[in-house]
Every structure is written in structure tokens, then in C-alpha cells.
Nanobody
Framework: QLQLVESGGGLVQPGGSLRLSCGASGSNLANYAIGWFRRAPGDDREGVSSISPSGAITNYADSVKGRFTISRDNAKNMVHLEMNSLKPEDTSVYYC???????????????WGQGTQVAVSS
């Protein structure tokens, strides 16, 4: 069974950058579309970005377009989310998830990691 582990979260000042990574064990990540989601306290889980198994198709929420970039390295079984120009409203727990199609709808994903905390504050 596929298991996902996120890393790379932390505290960063507004305008700063972080790179999140999603690693996998138990199965080949190249077989799956991968999505990044986030959930702030009191909010529902929000889709951030997704990437198709080959990497040819990517999707982004309007709130992160132009600031976040999703990529994958199937040889290393890794997916990354490069986050630039971070804002306080990006503060959330970030999750990666695996599914069949690269949407940003949480119902399309069925394997989930435990999440990594991102805090944007001065």
C-alpha cells in the first residue's frame, strides 16, 4: 500500500520561500497523480496544486498561481512544491495525496500523508 510522507515545512517570513517534498514507500509514485492540499485551523481542506503521473499536466488554485510550482522526479519517487512570495494566509498544514487524475478536489485522492506545518509570520 502506498504511504506518503511530507517534509520541508517550517516558519518563514512573508515574502520568503519554502520547498515541500512528498516521498513515497510501498508503491511507485509514478503510477499516481499527486495533489497538494492545505488546511488552516477551522477551515476545510483546500486544494493547492496537482500534477499528472508523467508531469505533463499541472493545476493550481487561483490563490497560488504564479507563486507555487509543483514538480516531480519519478526516478526518485518524489514530488515537490516550490512556494515563493509566501503570505501569512498561506499558513496551514500541507498534505500530499495520491489519486488517478490531477485535480485539486480532495475527493479524487485516496492516499494521504500526515501533513507538514507551514507558518508564514514576521
Amino acid at each position: 500500500q502506498l504511504q506518503l510522507v511530507e517534509s520541508g515545512g517550517g516558519l518563514v517570513q512573508p515574502g520568503g520561500s519554502l520547498r515541500l517534498s512528498c516521498g513515497a514507500s510501498g508503491s511507485n509514485l509514478a503510477n499516481y497523480a499527486i495533489g497538494w492540499f492545505r488546511r488552516a485551523p477551522g477551515d476545510d481542506r483546500e486544494g493547492v496544486s496537482s500534477i499528472s503521473p508523467s508531469g505533463a499536466i499541472t493545476n493550481y488554485a487561483d490563490s497560488v498561481k504564479g507563486r507555487f510550482t509543483i514538480s516531480r522526479d519519478n526516478a526518485k519517487n518524489m514530488v515537490h512544491l516550490e512556494m515563493n512570495s509566501l503570505k501569512p494566509e498561506d499558513t496551514s498544514v500541507y498534505y500530499c495525496a495520491a489519486g488517478n487524475i490531477p485535480t485539486i478536489q480532495k475527493g479524487d485522492f485516496y492516499y494521504w500523508g500526515q501533513g507538514t506545518q507551514v507558518a508564514v509570520s514576521s
